[in-house]
């Protein structure tokens, strides 16, 4: 088994190095729009500083109407979409375009929801202050919600780690694409335990990560 | 300094159009401590939010110091707002701030370069005794000292106007002493104008030079401190008077009591005692006084004292009628 285990390094190497490059990229492009996004629905919210009913329903519907369409059929649904962008449909690249596309929605949920966790006066003190609404954002809202958004990221995180796997079956590479080709096509064991054991390390040690963050920059 | 007019705010909810303030036109004057007072739900929020645009009036006018801020763009009225402090009674401080980052976030709102913030967020700091607490988190403060914290805050951009919404609800009786105290020297030292909301009534004697008192969204009675507290004519404001000047008698007393109870009360500028031994001499009653205090309005006192009288009816009534063109106000409370 051992033997079987070092014969498979090199393939399990690059495997993991195709989940990282999904997971981050998608995990990047989750920070860069569905954070913003986030905070959108958020500030556009009754009662707050930058309030619009129109904004807010609008964005809202886009991020429940991809956030209910299952993963597995957003992945097949966005092939043209993925083709378009990168000019392929197989490999980690063109897997991280629909990665991507569920993880926006998702990030933007939790930041939403971390953002509300701040107690509304203080928002109000800044505006009190006469504070700009980028202000409020950059300095009240972000610092406040900083713990949210951070486990908030982790979440993604390691949901992202888990489609990823589904992302492989159709061809995307990476942890989830080894384990399918030969734990469940060639019935190997020893693939399928390795697989879900590095899964199970990886899943862990980001949790770990994101707790420990969370946790150093909380100030309350 | 502030001036209101004529402004209503509704709400739209589910349950329908709640009113929040009811046509109410107040004028705040330059350099007073005004406050408000009113029970829980009286709209007094509100109106104070209105005062700085927090809340849209639904009708009427807001000027202060002569600027009519419904006509401001939002960048003007962001700016206008850096000349108007606001304290709240839940702090609402930055917890991810330090005290210093929580006061220097009020310069930065105005635009003030970072190289001169640091020096008047110490000022501040010195001003509200929390010079040595700059770089703790909010947490680690007691109310007390979060509320010195959110006075810096507000005092940051030399406002001319600040606005106190319950800011010593939350805090214990001595600890609302001293930010009251502080508030004085603020209102002393600054010359600016104070606007406080307050169910407690405490807290209006002890700083308010005027009052305005709330009931379901509208002023009720307006006045000078001392007028309100000398001669209420609203029930709803003797309530609140009474919460300060009454005292409990005990029942046992009043049992025991032969004679006729009453209750003066006596302004600052009359000699009380006076008054009662000129009436003793007059009159063949005889009077034993079993409970008195001076409370101080501000700086004016008024006296009030219960006593017992005794004699014949008719010479009672006469000593009473007496003493009711003497006193600045008379109550029998229990007849022989
Ligand atoms: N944002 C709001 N939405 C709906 N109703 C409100 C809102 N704010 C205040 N009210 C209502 O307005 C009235 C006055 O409230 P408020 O000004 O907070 O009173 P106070 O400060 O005197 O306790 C209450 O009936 C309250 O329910
Ligand atoms: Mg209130």
New interface residues.
Partial sequence: MLDRIIELLPELNTAFLETMLMVGISLLVAVLIGLPMGILLYVTDKGLFLENKFVKLVVGIIVNLIRSIPFIILLVFLIPFTKLLTNTTIGPLAASVSLSVAAIPFYARIVESAAREI?K??I?????????PW?IIK??IF??A?PGLISGLTITAISLIGYSAMAGTVGGGGIGDLAIRYGYYRYDDTVMFTTVIVLIVLVQFVQYLGDFIAKA?N?? | MITIENVSKMFKTKAGLVTGVDEVSLDIRKGEIYGIVGYSGAGKSTLLRCM?I?ERPTTGKVWIDNVDLLSLSSKEL?????S???I?Q?F??????TVFENVA??L???GVPKSKRKNRVLELLELVGLREKAND?P?QLSGGQKQRV?IA??L??NPKVLLCDEATSALDPGTTKSILKLLKKINQQFGITIVIITHEMEVVKEICNRCAVMQEGRVIEEGSTYEIFANPTEPLTKAFIQTVLSFELPAKLLENCTGTLMRLQFRGDIAGEAVVSDMLQTFSVSGNILHGKVEYIGETPLGIFIMEMTGERSEVDKAVAYLKERVNQLEVIQHA
């Fill in positions: 107690d006066g203080v109000e003190a800044a505006v009190a202050v006469g504070a700009s202000m300095d009240i610092p406040e900083k920059v100030k309350r | 700085n927090l962001r700016e206008a707002r850096q108007i402090g606001m709240f839940g609402y401080l930055v917890s991810s701030k976030f009020a930065k709102a105005a988190y947490a959110s805050r507000a940051a951009n």
